[in-house]
């Protein structure tokens, strides 16, 4: 099935540390949209980009949604260990499909 | 308040056999999509229903089907189950419009 290019696959940080993401797509998106999931759970939204270069932030959390609506990233400051989990970056062409295109997934782990 | 709910929980069918997925949206919530997720992948896009009219498809066979009651549940069939429609199946809802979908905890399904 059609997914985007969700970048890196993982990764292994230290307690404290910046941490960043990204996702590309040869599509363009109108909407852009953030989401974590813990083993077992469904995915929980954690920021919604509605507008090309649109940047915003949900307290150690940011996000951008890219000039070229092919591509956002996101940011999460001074990691703590519960930020652990799968990041997801999901792409929505058109309000009236609920379709959403999801990335491959980011593996946070982090090391107290 | 409740948040998307979903039945049942965790579900074991032989290979041949049908299931039937159920779930209910956020109060107010008149949109409803189902998704499968494979482990280790992010969700794939199976089905959006708004006011029980089918408003998108994904690339799935037609032995996935699904449809939206007047009180906005949904239930997903699947029939002739194959080894490989063993996944997470994620029910979201969502407001109409530009708004981020919220997931429910889903369905495991493993079919042996």
């Known amino acids: 099935g059609q997914q985007l290019n969700q970048s890196p696959q993982s990764m292994f940080i230290q307690e404290g540390e910046d941490v960043s993401m990204n996702c590309t797509s040869s599509?363009?998106?109108?909407?852009w949209l953030w989401y974590k999931q813990d083993p077992g759970e469904g995915p929980v939204l954690l920021i919604a980009l509605y507008k090309a270069g649109e940047l915003t932030s949900n307290g150690r959390l940011t996000a951008q949604f890219g000039i070229t609506r092919k591509d956002s990233f996101l940011n999460i400051s001074a990691s703590i260990p519960s930020d652990v989990g799968i990041y997801f970056c999901?792409?929505?062409?058109?309000?009236?499909?609920?379709?959403?295109?999801f990335g491959q997934g980011t593996t946070l782990q982090v090391k107290p | 308040d409740a948040g998307v709910t979903q039945s049942p929980t965790h579900l074991i069918k032989t290979r041949g056999q049908q299931v039937t997925l159920r779930c209910s949206p956020i109060?107010?919530?008149?949109?409803v999509s189902w998704y499968q997720q494979v482990l280790g992948q992010g969700p794939q896009f199976i089905f959006q229903?708004?006011?029980?009219?089918?408003?998108g498809r994904g690339n799935f066979p037609d032995r996935f089907s699904a449809r939206q009651f007047p009180n906005y549940s949904s239930e997903l069939n699947v029939n002739a189950l194959l080894l490989g429609d063993s996944a997470l199946y994620l029910c979201?809802?969502?407001?109409?419009?530009?708004?981020?979908?919220?997931f429910g905890s889903g369905t495991r399904l493993t079919v042996v």
């Open positions: 979201a809802s969502s407001l109409e419009g530009p708004y981020g979908y919220t």
């Open positions: 109060s107010g919530h008149k949109s």
């Open positions: 229903y708004y006011e029980k009219e089918e408003r």
């Open positions: 599509s363009i998106f109108n909407t």
């Open positions: 999901a792409g929505q062409l058109s309000s009236n499909t609920g379709k959403l295109i």
